[in-house]
T-cell receptor, first 118, second 111 residues
């Protein structure tokens, strides 16, 4: 149980276009999801906390107008990178708070999305 | 900022135990120690967590010192597939509690 599906696993887009990344909790409801970004040979950096039915909370230094987060249902959160530039190329990872008895286990992570902006 | 410190890397031979250390000298009384690992180009995977008692599951054992200022993750019989970056994280359990990742330790298992 507690599976998080992230789609697409990789995407290449042209500079100036927008890209949407989906994060779904397959077998549980996730009221809270988190979005991370990871550059090569670096650790995961938390970008924002996504709460179902409310606005996302962004970490300091993350542009909310560039990284649009929507959490319209208990099983789906989306991250849209708007007007992408090559410096946005990175590995984007989502995670969901694991409910019930497994809550203490922390979070379940998606498999990540490799974004390359050309 | 991450509240843990780990050596940057270590290696071990396949089939031997891998002991991964972590220092968390400023850990609070209600914070748990969590270990995750990230295999290259994948999302992190939960391994184990504990508060003050030693814990064991099918993946690993977690040894926490009595003063809780450090811990060791033990992979009893390392395989090549255990090559990954291992992250030690302290946090208070809860649905909205953030996971803050430090640099982790890169474990290389050699044949």
């Amino acid at each position: 149980g507690a599976v998080v599906s992230q789609h697409p696993s990789w995407v290449i887009c042209k500079s100036g276009t927008s890209v949407k990344i989906e994060c779904r909790s397959l077998d549980f409801q996730a009221t809270t999801m988190f979005w991370y970004r990871q550059f090569p040979k670096q650790s995961l950096m938390l970008m924002a906390t996504s709460n179902e039915g409310s606005k996302a909370t962004y970490e300091q230094g993350v542009e909310k107008d560039k990284f649009l987060i929507n959490h319209a249902s208990l099983t789906l959160s989306t991250l849209t990178v708007t007007s992408a530039h090559p410096e946005d190329s990175s590995f984007y990872i989502c995670s969901a708070s694991t409910p019930g008895a497994r809550a203490n286990y922390g979070y379940t992570f998606g498999s990540g999305t490799r974004l390359t902006v050309v | 900022d991450a509240k843990t410190t780990q050596p940057p890397s270590m290696d071990c031979a396949e089939g031997r135990a891998a002991n991964l250390p972590c220092n968390h000298s400023t850990i609070s009384g209600n914070e748990y120690v969590y270990w995750y690992r990230q295999i290259h180009s994948q999302g992190p995977q939960y391994i184990i967590h504990g508060l003050k008692n030693n814990e064991t599951n099918e993946m690993a054992s977690l040894i926490i010192t009595e003063d809780r200022k450090s811990s060791t993750l033990i992979l009893p019989h390392a395989t090549l597939r255990d090559t990954a970056v291992y992250y030690c994280i302290v946090r208070v359990p809860g649905a909205n509690s953030k996971l803050t990742f430090g640099k982790g330790i890169t474990l290389s298992v050699r044949p």
